[in-house]
């Protein structure tokens, strides 16, 4: 089974700087996929960005990119020029990959960023 | 295109009631997801339906919680009967093929008193 831990339930920062969530997970796939989600107070749930475990390049989107870390298995998020409108409840998820039809997401128990004007 | 649409937004009742939710994925989604997310805690996987199969329902307390997927579109989650600790927000998701983007609904939040 998979396990996702975030451990930093809580987080702020001032409006245009920079800050990074963590993440580690623990699992015996060669092949899987992680994520970041975001979860604003309105509670719809959408994607921030997506990494594929074979890519040894980091993800990035916009002001959003990741540091993986596969051998370490450790998955951060770093939020450049962070704005108010990324207040919310960030998760982080992995989700197994080889093929068949079982891609349940599992997800660690989010950190809360603040941030401030 | 339309999101996924999820209804009640909310529902209070008392322990040992019923209660149904229901949700609409977005057209021509192939798979859909019900998740159960306690206050504090990451959502978490109670059923996955590829059209109106069961994927995995391994998750899903099935003394009480029942899905199904009719016509591989609408599903509905229903709850009999319900305890203090169903408390939660139920999530619905869906995407267009297994292991791709899941777009997520609003949730329906549920109080048991």
């Known amino acids: 089974a998979q396990t996702v831990t975030q451990s930093q339930p809580e987080m702020s920062v001032q409006e245009a700087e920079t800050v990074t969530l963590s993440c580690t997970y623990d699992t015996s796939e060669s092949n899987y996929y992680l994520f970041w989600y975001k979860q604003p107070p309105s509670r719809q749930m959408i994607l921030v960005i997506r990494q594929e475990a074979y890519k040894q390049q980091n993800a990035t989107e916009n002001r959003f990119s990741v540091n993986f870390q596969k051998a370490a298995k450790s998955f951060s998020l770093k939020i450049s020029d962070s704005q108010l409108g990324d207040t919310a409840m960030y998760f982080c998820?992995?989700?197994?990959?080889?093929?068949?039809?079982?891609?349940?997401?599992?997800f660690g128990k989010g950190t809360l960023l603040t941030v401030n004007p | 295109e339309a999101g996924v649409a999820q209804s009640p937004r909310y529902k209070i009742i008392e322990k040992r009631q019923s209660v149904a939710f229901w949700c609409n994925p977005i057209s021509g989604h192939a798979t859909l997801y019900w998740y159960q997310q306690i206050l504090g805690q990451g959502p978490k996987l109670l059923i996955q339906f590829q059209n109106n199969g069961v994927v995995d329902d391994s998750q899903l307390p099935k003394d009480r919680f029942s899905a199904e997927r009719l016509k591989g579109v609408d599903s509905t989650l229903k709850i009999q009967p319900a305890k203090l600790e169903d408390s939660a927000v139920y999530l619905c998701?869906?995407?267009?093929?297994?292991?791709?983007?899941?777009?997520f609904g609003p949730g329906t939040r549920l109080t048991v008193l």
């Open positions: 998820a992995f989700m197994k990959g080889g093929g068949g039809s079982n891609y349940k997401l599992t």
């Open positions: 998701a869906s995407s267009l093929v297994a292991g791709g983007e899941q777009f």
